[in-house]
């Protein structure tokens, strides 16, 4: 899997004094967030692991064991058992993914702390469920519900032939499940930022559900009457909202913008930043804006490989959707109950009619008809502009090619 680094935005957290006192509650009512490391272990409710149980868990962290990488550690797969969370024999008992924290200072110790802080207390269906942590000597891990279809980077940006591509259904499906995790978090229950929202923080469950992975950079949202919070700036190049590169100022819509630029990522099979690219090309959001723009050359930014299995009228609502997500001044940026919305009307039989492509099933079927497509409906609670008038629904429009 190679070694475990990240493209993380490199820059010092603002966090100098422990974390902040704002409150979390969840689906369970929980005390204050506390400020002492060894408050917020205490009061998480996760299960403590010794280091030699989650050596044996995952067979002494063996390479093939290892199921991904990123700028906090490497995971690894691992076994305990159901009822007593001891370490069990491989392929028995439950499944479990095992983060270990990259020896890397200070700052990677205030992440691993902040993760344990969130989510061992925030509890949702679109949240990854940590199940426990590690702390002893320099071993810092944490321990999760492992999630056997891995994240939606592999399954977009991956060529290995194990990963074959989303459908149009499955993407839709992973999106809205994706965006009820970012409701929740900005929700008055939650009260807060993700603010590392990308493609390789979103897992799957066996039927791809979606759920949302790695709260390491996470914050309390603003409280009052203030209207952002002021921080250090943070993230992943390609992700993070204009406004907040440029002063620091984080919101709930600096989450939509980075939601916009997943949502561009599923419908162009391209990534928030490429390289390897032609000059020009590299930056997704860039590269799109004048395909965007253009009524009559923005079905050209979709993935080649969905081809066929989604209606003109769909793909329109779609790019629409991720237009306002990417709105430059964040006022003009739906919040994520409005996105909820307009997902909600992606899943409905007749935009996803004649693709032939089973929810579940990612791969695109070949008999799809491509011909068939829906007239585009007009809706005023969608909250996207249906305005525009859709290319000719036969018409041979070239696609992206990932």
Not at 39 to 60: D, G, P, V, W, Y
Not at 132 to 139: S, T
Request: proline share 5%; glycine share 8%.
């Amino acid at each position: 899997m190679g070694s475990c680094f990240s493209s993380r935005i490199k820059a010092d957290s603002p966090l100098r004094n422990g974390l902040h006192s704002n409150s979390k509650v969840s689906s369970v009512s929980v005390p204050s967030t506390p400020r002492t490391e060894g408050e917020i272990l205490q009061s998480s409710n996760l299960k403590s692991f010794a280091f030699n149980e989650l050596k044996t868990a995952t067979r002494n962290f063996r390479p093939d064991s290892m199921v991904g990488e990123g700028g906090f550690g490497c995971v690894f797969k691992g076994w305990v058992d159901e009822n007593s969370l001891t370490a069990a024999k491989p392929g028995t008992g439950m499944v479990i993914a095992v983060k270990r924290l990259n020896q890397e200072g200070l700052q990677g110790h205030k992440e691993w702390l902040t993760e344990i802080n969130y989510l061992g207390q925030l509890h949702h269906e679109n949240l990854v469920r940590l199940i426990g942590y590690c702390l002893e000597d320099d071993h810092r891990m944490l321990v999760y519900e492992f999630m056997p279809r891995g994240s939606l980077d592999n399954h977009l940006f991956r060529r290995a032939s194990y990963f074959q591509p989303l459908s149009w259904n499955l993407r839709m499906k992973i999106a809205l499940g994706a965006a009820k995790g970012l409701a929740f978090l900005h929700s008055d229950e939650a009260k807060v930022i993700y603010r590392d929202f990308k493609t390789a923080n979103i897992l799957l469950d066996s039927t791809y559900n979606a759920k949302l992975s790695d709260f390491g950079l996470a914050k309390d949202g603003p409280a009052g009457d203030r209207s952002h919070v002021s921080t250090r700036i943070m993230g992943t190049y390609g992700y993070a909202a204009p406004e907040y590169m440029a002063t620091g100022h984080l919101t709930a819509k600096s989450d939509v913008y980075s939601f916009g630029v997943v949502l561009l990522e599923m419908l162009s099979g391209r990534r928030a930043v490429d390289k390897n690219r032609p000059s020009g090309e590299h930056n997704l959001v860039e590269w799109a804006k004048p395909y965007l723009a253009s009524k009559r050359k923005v079905l050209q930014i979709f993935d080649a490989r969905i081809e066929g299995q989604y209606s003109v009228g769909g793909a329109l609502r779609a790019v629409n959707l991720a237009i306002r997500c990417l709105a430059v001044e964040s006022k003009f940026r739906p919040n994520m109950n409005d996105v909820i919305k307009a997902l909600e009307q992606l899943q409905e039989p007749s935009d996803t009619e004649g693709s032939g492509v089973s929810q579940n099933d990612p791969r695109p079927n070949p008999h799809a008809n491509s011909s068939h497509v829906p007239k585009q409906r007009r809706n005023s609670t969608s909250g996207i502009d249906n305005a525009a008038t859709p290319p000719h629904p036969k018409a041979s429009v070239p696609r992206s090619h990932a």
